[in-house]
């Protein structure tokens, strides 16, 4: 594999992604870059085509590049062309980075302007709001014998379930359940309802267990949905402007996103690039997956991606990827210095 060889390479792929049409050697030669005549890329080609870099399509088409070919190509031979300053600030303007944004809004204000930056369909997985603690309990009468039990976090998360009881509680049975429920949750770390603090709880709760027990199955039941990976796809309307892409796949995919979510919690770091032969969990044949993680502080707090044609402008997209997944971490990492340093003043 020569440099020369590695330039045709390199300009079959862009070539192909620009136009979306198997690339002849009349249209290679005839670039700059390339600067050799048509029967020598011809010959290049062919030898590509046998490296498995390179396949034809059809036998008088041009070649379009395999798996393979994509893969040597994001990793050794395509320059990144980088964010302009006018991308970057209407970006910064997405994130909603005000004082008032919390760590869900500034993930789905992320997810949003990646799918829109992109056109493809933006997917974020979000592991913060295990890292968050429980900062209020309330149980609230909203109607004869219906209680609002209400959980918020740290983070700004906010879960609540309405329970139907028996009969309705007296003031006293009011005040004691919802004392008890700020003693023992309040402050918690929400990685820490497991289930076995929930059987303790329902063991301390002792002769008012038959008054309360739907009032507490709907606490267990919050306290399982905090627990749950936040999982947010955006712009899947995308995916059928792409004729590569089959439709019927792409509702499989809407129908299934979750699935997804393993492919995006894989542990590594930096940039990775994923094709439909690395797992077959892809439901979208000719798709591509980018994927980063972000973190908050020092741990690890999600992981972001976009799903979109094989044939994508990698060397575009991978730096959207990379300055999403670096502001996101600096966001989420600057506000939770600053809740420590606000829990420290007082």
């Not at 994001?74 to 944004?101: C, R, Y």
């Not at 909203?142 to 003031?171: M, P, Q, W």
């Not at 995308?238 to 439709?247: A, M």
Request: net charge negative.
């Amino acid at each position: 594999m020569n440099k020369r060889k590695l330039k045709i390479l390199a300009a079959v792929i862009e070539e192909y992604v620009r136009t979306g049409e198997p690339v002849g050697s009349k249209i290679l030669a005839a670039l700059p870059e390339i600067n050799v005549s048509a029967a020598t890329v011809r010959n290049d080609m062919a030898a590509l085509e046998q490296m498995g870099f390179l396949e034809q399509p059809h036998t008088s088409a041009g070649r379009i590049p395999t798996i393979s070919g994509y893969r040597l190509y994001i990793e050794q031979l395509m320059n990144p062309t980088g964010m302009t300053e006018e991308e970057k600030q209407w970006l910064d303007s997405m994130f909603a980075v005000h004082g008032s944004a919390t760590e869900e809004l500034i993930i789905q204000n992320a997810t949003t302007a990646l799918a829109e930056l992109t056109k493809c369909a933006a997917i974020v997985t979000d592991f913060s709001p295990q890292f968050s603690i429980i900062s209020k309990v309330e149980v609230i009468p909203t109607g004869k014998r219906v209680y609002l039990i209400l959980l918020i976090t740290s983070a700004g998360s906010i879960k609540n379930k309405a329970c139907r009881l028996e009969f309705d509680l007296t003031n006293e049975q009011l005040k004691w359940f919802s004392g008890f429920l700020a003693e023992n949750l309040e402050g918690i770390s929400v990685s820490d309802l497991s289930d076995e603090l929930m059987e303790n709880l329902t063991a301390a709760v002792g002769a008012y267990m038959m008054t309360i027990s739907p009032l507490l199955q709907g606490v267990c039941e919050l306290s399982r949905d905090l627990r749950q990976r936040a999982l947010l796809f955006r712009g899947e309307r995308n995916l059928f402007s792409y004729q590569d892409l089959d439709r019927m796949e792409i509702v499989r995919l809407i129908e299934h996103k979750d699935e997804l979510s393993r492919l995006l919690d894989d542990s590594f770091s930096g940039i990775r690039v994923l094709f439909q032969e690395d797992n077959q969990s892809f439901v979208i044949g000719n798709s591509s997956m980018i994927v980063s993680k972000y973190r908050k502080g020092q741990k690890n707090a999600g992981s972001l991606g976009v799903i979109g044609p094989m044939r994508l402008d990698y060397a575009k997209v991978i730096p959207y990827i990379e300055y999403f997944s670096q502001k996101i971490t600096d966001l989420l990492s600057e506000q939770s210095e600053q809740d420590t340093t606000q829990k420290e003043g007082v």
